[in-house]
């Protein structure tokens, strides 16, 4: 027996309704990266402006060498706004380093600081390099 107007056999309506069953629900991890206040993100950087740490530029005042802050353990990898995790970097050499290039890169990682070291081992582990840069990296 079907309806005439769907062409669709009707639900039979004894019985217990059956709702459909919810999707399981996984508790959410606490969201731990900590993010810099516009007062807080002004100190750092004004602690982190020279020149780029790979090719050493300073003109800030030209577009295709402005000096912008790089996250050394990504926000995306659970990297904070933290002094240790920013390096000043020239637009083009940022560029590079995003496209995980691999000589701007490894020049990144031989300027990093012991702190900024320190740091990108502790938040991203010993594969961090290898993974965020394509490289394989110790000190």
């Known amino acids: 027996m079907t309806s005439t107007a769907t062409g669709v056999p009707p639900m039979p309506l004894d019985g217990e309704a059956i709702p459909?069953?919810?999707?399981a629900r996984l508790p959410r991890k606490p969201y731990r990266r900590q993010v810099a206040s516009r007062k807080q993100w002004a100190r750092i950087a004004a602690e982190k402006t020279g020149p780029c740490r790979v090719c050493g530029s300073?003109?800030?005042?030209?577009?295709?060498s402005k000096i912008q802050l790089h996250h050394v353990v990504a926000r995306s990898h659970?990297?904070?706004?933290?002094?240790?995790?920013?390096?000043p970097l020239c637009l083009r050499c940022h560029d590079?380093?995003?496209?995980?290039?691999?000589l701007p890169?490894?020049?990144?990682?031989?300027?990093?600081?012991?702190?900024?070291?320190?740091?990108?081992?502790?938040?991203g582990g010993e594969l961090y390099a290898e993974r965020a840069y394509g490289l394989r990296y110790a000190r």
């Open 20 to 23: 459909h069953p919810k999707p």
């Open 58 to 64: 300073v003109e800030n005042g030209k577009v295709e």
């Open 78 to 87: 659970g990297g904070a706004d933290t002094g240790d995790n920013i390096v």
């Open 96 to 102: 590079a380093i995003t496209r995980r290039e691999p």
């Open 105 to 123: 890169s490894y020049g990144l990682l031989l300027t990093l600081t012991d702190a900024e070291y320190a740091y990108m081992l502790e938040r």
